[in-house]
């Protein structure tokens, strides 16, 4: 079955980095546009950054253009989110999710992973 696990988060302060990465399995990876979103205390989820399925295009929310990076291997089946100058507002819980291009949607999400921006 369709299976998407994330890891990577945790406590930083202000200015940090922190890398997370989604390992997959059950599909045919290299297929698929793969994305991030987040959810922050108290709000809607929303689209942090989006790969496309060779990983020659990417897109990001204004909010995280020039601090957060995605990327992926398509040989270890991971996705990653490089995230530096971290502020309190990117708390949120993170989660990994595969995009369909027809009908376009997500189909599949991880259980998500906690980044707490504190000092």
């Known amino acids: 079955q369709v299976q998407l696990v994330e890891s990577g988060g945790g406590l930083v302060q202000p200015g940090g980095s922190l890398r997370l990465s989604c390992a997959t399995s059950?599909?045919?990876?290299?297929?698929?546009?793969m994305r991030w979103y987040r959810q922050p205390p108290g709000k809607e989820r929303e689209l942090v950054a989006t790969?496309?399925?060779?990983?020659?295009?990417?897109d990001y929310a204004d909010s995280v253009k020039g601090r957060f990076t995605i990327s992926r291997d398509n040989v270890k089946r991971t996705v990653y989110l490089q995230m530096n100058s971290l502020k309190p507002e990117d708390t949120a819980v993170y989660y990994c999710?595969?995009?369909?291009?027809?009908?376009?949607?997500?189909?599949?999400w991880g259980q998500g992973t906690q980044v707490t921006v504190s000092s």
């Open positions: 790969i496309s399925n060779v990983g020659g295009s990417t």
């Open positions: 999710a595969r995009f369909r291009q027809v009908p376009r949607l997500v189909d599949y």
């Open positions: 059950g599909f045919f990876f290299s297929a698929h546009v």
